[in-house]
């Protein structure tokens, strides 16, 4: 089996689509907690002003879900098709929350009118609200595993998806990007809607901090295979331990009003929080409630090593100069919002 | 209806939807690119501000592109589930590297583009604009790369049986360059210069006709034309090419193109007609021979026919695919027409006097499109019974997992959503043609709205 730094590929490539969708969570996740705090602004300005501090960057944003999808569909396409054809329903709603949430941004500015402002600021919200609450609930469902057959073809039906535990990863889901997207906010407003949003963080945090309890004790009570890696190597308690401090630190931060390291703070806890599932999944990528026999691993759903050795070489080449160029947009457009004609 | 009906339509309905916006990002990102470039060279504030009408007309297209196109990528996984397994070691790298290479760089410098314009000197601006037409070409690149290995699948082995058979990548530079990606591709690129430059044309020619912005348009419309120009003449060589290689590597296809069914006669040209599927037989005006002409250089060899073909292996919907080619041709045909007749009027320094041209190109912005999508629908339906052309045919290709009863919620679905999205983004562009390039854009500063705004909680 093919290696790079005594690690082999389909372990990197386990690595690589778990960094790039953490990537997607860290960066998607502020705008689209931006929009899942959006009504709480009244006044026409307020919502302008927060719809265009992420206006320049929610596109680029949106691209590592895109890499996301298209690197596990490359790299373990086993797992691509069985996920996305056992969940149609409810993907097929959260794509058509894509389109609705882009089209919001997009047609809004472009009528004066009061009714078609108002009516997509709600779809623009409930959009943001509804792809977060489903990004909750496809992790829950990945991390409990669902009823695959031994084919690997999904057996159960889609009302499965929403159950409990989903439901419950879901609601921790939205109160992690509505703080992570206030938090954002804060950083690019001043004056009144400024002072209006370090409330809006501070309820924020507590509503996650109340979620992440809940699906912490929910976890260890019913899904024990997620604690197997920590009490086999006690050494990775670490992970929790770290990002029990992340979660205190923004708590901290906020309280000093040193919102650029509470969002830092809320990026390292959405790492963590994905490092300690992948931990613990890891060699699984999708567990199977009939059986450990008809899980997908990173071995069985992979592609050919030579697939995966040319696609590390794109990776390598391409991962470089999206993080170059996607620095320079921000800080092209950091500091403070500034609405001029051009705007949205 | 069975479930392969039903996903075969929720394709084609999604991605035709979402192919109309990418060739305009692409055609209407080169010709800013010219009027920024041509800004940046002379100075003329006028340039600028047409570069900016185009812009805010570009947002409005790129983001319904970015939407739909993320419904794509994933319809691969929930409709295709075999498929996806089938072809993930080799279609899946393309749909990646197009994420990381081209994706990423027009989405990134998109913001740039379209907010950067006080925050970044006027030549990084030009840079941002650059590469977002860049980003979008690259896009197209992959995604062709992709859809042509379908057609002419090279650089790949087959490993395991039935369900559990998938493509594996032995060659990646010659699966990259099958042997339909160039054509392919630069068909499609042209396709798409020929969408944004009659889009330019189209809204020069209205103000034209309407006698506004008279200086502003005539400048927009030349250089429009000249894009318009050299991509419709070029799209005749390479649209040939791409034929070429239908008839070389897809026979059954280039059959169903033309209607021809007997393999020991010579090919016939159609001009246009209609194919009696019953009877296997193609009535209409032809050029005979006219096809052996153009694919052997010889109006005498034969041409293989349907017939040489077993039922099964034959696509399905022979006139369909015979009446979208052969429209696909007549507009590009159309095109080539009014853009040198265009020209030639230009050289005789009579361009804008001819009322009934300004008309014509004022409706000529549908052409390109009609001709885009035609032409995908005779390459796709042509390919038939197949999916990976050879390999693996449609019907064995979908998800098990997904019934007849949620592809119909699904479709309905996308039906509603992505008609209301046609019928506001056809209203915001043509309000925003209405408006003008030089007017302030948004109305949020107006007095009466800023009350109405108080209200709004």
């Not at chain 1, 759903?301 to 993080?323: E, F, N, R």
């Not at chain 2, 319904?64 to 794509?72: C, D, E, F, K, L």
Request: hydrophobic letters at 50%; charged letters at 15%.
């Amino acid at each position: 089996m093919a290696t790079l730094f005594g690690i082999d590929y389909q372990t990197w490539w386990f690595l690589l689509i778990g960094a790039v969708f953490t990537g997607y969570i860290i960066l998607d996740g502020f705008d689209l907690g931006a929009g899942a705090v959006h009504l709480f602004f009244n006044k026409e300005e307020s919502r302008r002003i927060a719809l265009n501090a992420i206006g320049p960057v929610w596109d680029g944003n949106e691209v590592w879900i895109v890499i996301g999808g298209g690197a596990l569909f490359a790299g373990f396409p086993e797992v691509y098709a069985s996920l996305l054809s056992a969940f149609y329903i409810p993907f097929m709603v959260f794509l058509m929350g894509i389109v609705f949430r882009a089209i919001s941004i997009e047609f809004r500015s472009k009528e004066p009118m009061l009714w078609w402002r108002r009516m997509w600021d709600i779809s623009y919200c409930c959009s943001s609200t509804l792809i977060a609450f489903l990004l909750g609930v496809i992790l829950g469902n990945v991390t409990q595993g669902i009823n695959l057959g031994p084919d690997h073809v999904f057996r159960g039906n889609f009302t499965e998806f929403l159950n409990p535990y989903a439901i419950l990863t879901g609601i921790t889901t939205v109160a992690l990007l509505m703080m992570h997207g206030a938090i954002y906010l804060v950083m690019k407003t001043e004056n009144r809607l400024y002072t209006k949003l370090t409330i809006i963080v501070k309820n924020a945090t507590i509503f996650f901090v109340i979620m992440i309890l809940l699906t912490s004790f929910y976890t260890l009570l019913y899904l024990p295979h997620m604690a197997t890696a920590i009490r086999k190597h006690p050494e990775l308690f670490v992970v929790p331990v770290m990002m029990v401090l992340a979660i205190a630190n923004i708590t901290r931060q906020i309280t000093k009003r040193k919102y650029l390291f509470a969002f830092i703070s809320s990026s390292v806890t959405i790492s963590l929080l994905m490092v300690l599932v992948a931990m613990e999944l890891y060699p699984n990528m999708l567990i199977s409630t009939q059986g450990a026999a008809n899980n997908l691993t990173v071995y069985n759903a992979s592609s050919s090593q030579k697939t995966l050795g040319i696609m590390l070489t794109v990776a390598a080449i391409g991962v470089p100069l999206v993080v170059a160029y996607t620095t320079f947009v921000f800080l092209t457009f950091k500091g403070k919002v500034e609405l001029d004609e051009m705007s949205y | 209806m069975n479930v392969e009906i039903l996903a075969r339509i929720q394709f084609a309905f999604t991605i035709g939807f979402h192919y109309i916006y990418p060739p305009l990002s692409i055609g209407l990102g080169l010709v800013m690119v010219i009027m920024e470039g041509t800004y940046l060279k002379t100075g003329n504030k006028m340039y600028e501000q047409m570069t900016k009408f185009f812009v805010r007309i570009f947002a409005l297209i790129f983001g319904i592109g970015v939407a739909t196109g993320i419904v794509m990528e994933f319809e691969f996984g929930t409709n295709w589930a075999v498929y996806s397994k089938y072809v993930g070691d080799v279609f899946g790298s393309a749909l990646a590297a197009e994420g990381i290479f081209a994706f990423a760089l027009e989405s990134g410098f998109l913001g740039v583009l379209l907010f950067g314009w006080n925050k970044v000197p006027p030549a990084v601006h030009f840079f941002a604009t650059v590469m977002v037409t860049i980003g979008s070409m690259f896009s197209a690149v992959w995604i062709v790369v992709a859809n042509s290995w379908q057609q002419t699948p090279a650089g790949f082995h087959i490993v395991g049986q039935g369900l559990k058979a998938r493509a594996e990548i032995t060659d990646f530079w010659a699966m990259v360059f099958n042997p339909s990606s160039v054509a392919r591709l630069t068909h499609v690129w042209l396709g798409s210069f020929l969408s944004g430059a009659f889009l330019v044309l189209s809204i020069a020619a209205y103000y034209l006709l309407k006698k506004r912005y008279v200086e502003f348009s005539k400048a927009a419309f030349k250089i429009a034309l000249v894009v318009a120009t050299l991509s419709a003449v070029a799209q005749l060589f390479v649209g040939h090419q791409s034929a070429d290689v239908v008839a070389k590597y897809q026979p059954a296809k280039l059959a169903a193109l033309e209607g021809h069914y007997d393999g020991s006669k010579p090919g016939d040209l159609y001009l246009m007609g209609y194919v009696d599927q019953k009877k296997q037989e193609t009535h209409g005006l032809y050029i005979p021979g006219g096809l052996s002409f153009l694919t052997h250089g010889d109006f005498k060899a034969p041409i293989t026919g349907l017939n040489n073909f077993k039922p099964e292996d034959r696509p399905g919907a022979v006139n369909f695919v015979f009446q979208t080619y052969h429209l696909m041709v007549a507009i590009g045909m159309f095109l080539i027409a009014i853009s040198l007749y265009g020209c030639f009027l230009w050289w005789r320094g009579k361009l804008f006097d001819k009322r009934w041209l300004l008309i014509i190109f004022s409706y000529s912005v549908l052409l390109p499109q009609i001709a885009n999508q035609v032409g995908w629908y005779s390459a796709e339906v042509g390919r038939q019974p197949w999916v990976v052309y050879g390999l693996l045919r449609t019907s064995k290709a979908l998800s098990q997992a997904v019934s007849a009863g949620s592809i119909i919620f699904s479709l309905i679905l996308f039906t509603w959503v992505y008609l209301v999205l046609l019928v506001l983004f056809i209203y915001l562009l043509n309000k925003k043609i209405k408006h003008g390039p030089f007017d302030e854009e948004n109305l949020d500063h107006s007095p009466r709205h800023i009350e109405m705004a108080d209200t709004l909680g």
